[in-house]
């Protein structure tokens, strides 16, 4: 092919390598802004505790509506509990709320709360557990562990996280 022969100029085609360039680093940026965001932000790489932070929400917000079936079907993960209590023989209901009540971390009533941080805890790429830490009654700090291959929560976690 000589110099003659040469192709007509397409620029569609250089139209859409530069947008698709563009697209590409567009997409790189994204993907390191919510990776790195989530994990400066508190809330894990690529915000991967956001559903353990929901589900400890959730849980105080039945604590503090005195909902205390609620709050252990959440707790416990099983939300047909009742189906099935001798399932639970071993921290029934009742043991749950007096652990809740008389004898909670926060030695009132819970009246407030709020999901402040979380921490990925444990071995693995997203870690086997997740501490969360929240602020209940305006400045009580409680520590929730959330066990990624059950969905349970647990307290107190294996670690306090060191906040303000």
């Known amino acids: 092919m000589s110099l003659m ?3 007509e100029y397409d620029s569609t ?3 859409r390598n530069r947008n698709l360039l563009i697209a590409v680093g567009v997409l790189v940026v994204l993907t390191v802004v919510i990776g790195f965001g989530g994990y400066a932000l508190g809330h894990g790489w690529f915000f991967s505790n956001l559903s353990a932070e929901h589900k400890v929400d959730r849980f ?10 609620t709050a252990f079907a959440i707790y416990t993960n099983d939300p047909d509990w009742q189906q099935h209590p001798e399932k639970h023989a071993d921290y029934p209901l009742q043991r749950f709320t007096e652990d809740w009540t008389t ?4 030695k009132a009533p819970i009246v407030s709360h709020h999901v402040d941080i979380s921490k990925t805890d444990g071995s693995g790429t997203f870690g086997s557990g ?3 830490g929240v602020r209940v009654n305006g400045d009580h700090k409680v520590f929730m562990y959330y066990i990624r291959k059950d969905g349970t929560l647990a307290w107190p976690a294996p670690h306090i996280l060191e906040y303000d």
């Not at 105080?60 to 079936?69: R, V």
């Not at 004898?103 to 926060?106: A, D, F, I, M, Q």
């Open 130 to 132: 997740i501490i969360v």
């Open 13 to 15: 085609r250089d139209t």
């Open 5 to 7: 022969d040469a192709p």
């Open 103 to 106: 004898e909670s971390p926060v």
């Open 60 to 69: 105080f917000s039945a604590l503090e509506s005195k909902n205390y079936g």
